[in-house]
């Protein structure tokens, strides 16, 4: 089964691996009501598509393919899931092993499944791997400097008013390219998005 990565959007200048949102989501979170990642689905082909790249994520192939199709990509830097999230424990052990494999590229995910995260899963992340923590829901107070990291890399939280991307402060600066501020360990830690 072919495994679908795009390499970027008008945002993102990267790899970019994505699977169905929602359906593998953490259940009953408020950001379903206003997940990003349904927009795109308008499009006759995305559906279709990152259904296919779920089934591939349940081939006892997968790692093999996975490593085999970033192999051909020259871009070093890989978003998991700007749709979808990590869905298993299996499935995480299984981006591990392709990220270990993968020393030269630079791995990057949002995920709500602090669930799924646990400390001792966290002990075994690789180096490649930064792995940010989106918080739920839509902040609209000034408490984002409070939130704790805990175990993660990096927090991101969306913002009624406030944001401190870089590239959504000036168009002209593309993800991956002009800013690393998401796969970056070091810096700013606290990841704050305009609701757009």
């Known amino acids: 089964m072919s495994i679908f990565i795009s390499n970027g959007n008008s945002k993102l200048k990267c ?10 989501c953490k259940p009953n979170l408020t950001c379903h009501k206003y997940c990003y990642a349904k927009k795109s689905l308008r499009y006759p ?3 279709p598509c990152r259904e296919r790249n779920l089934k591939a994520t349940k081939l006892k192939s997968f790692v093999k393919d996975m490593i ?10 890989v978003r998991i899931h700007s749709s979808g999230d990590f869905y298993s424990v299996g499935y995480i052990k299984k981006w591990f092993e392709i990220m270990r494999s993968m020393p030269d590229k630079k791995f990057y995910a ?5 669930d799924l995260f646990t400390k001792k899963m966290l002990l075994d992340k690789p180096d490649n791997f930064t792995l940010i923590f989106s918080f739920d829901g839509i902040k609209d107070s000034d408490d984002i400097e409070t939130l704790k990291i805990h175990k993660f890399d990096k927090i991101a939280v969306v913002h009624k008013t ?25 810096g700013d830690k606290v990841i704050i998005f305009k609701k757009h």
């Open 68 to 77: 085999q199709a970033l192999s051909k990509k020259r871009n070093n830097i």
């Open 15 to 24: 790899n970019i691996f994505d699977l169905p949102c929602i359906k593998t």
């Open 162 to 186: 406030k944001s401190n991307c870089p590239a959504q402060l000036d168009s002209k600066i593309k993800c991956g390219v002009e800013c690393i501020k998401c796969i970056d360990k070091k």
């Open 110 to 114: 949002y995920t709500k499944r602090d």
């Open 45 to 47: 082909a995305v559906g």
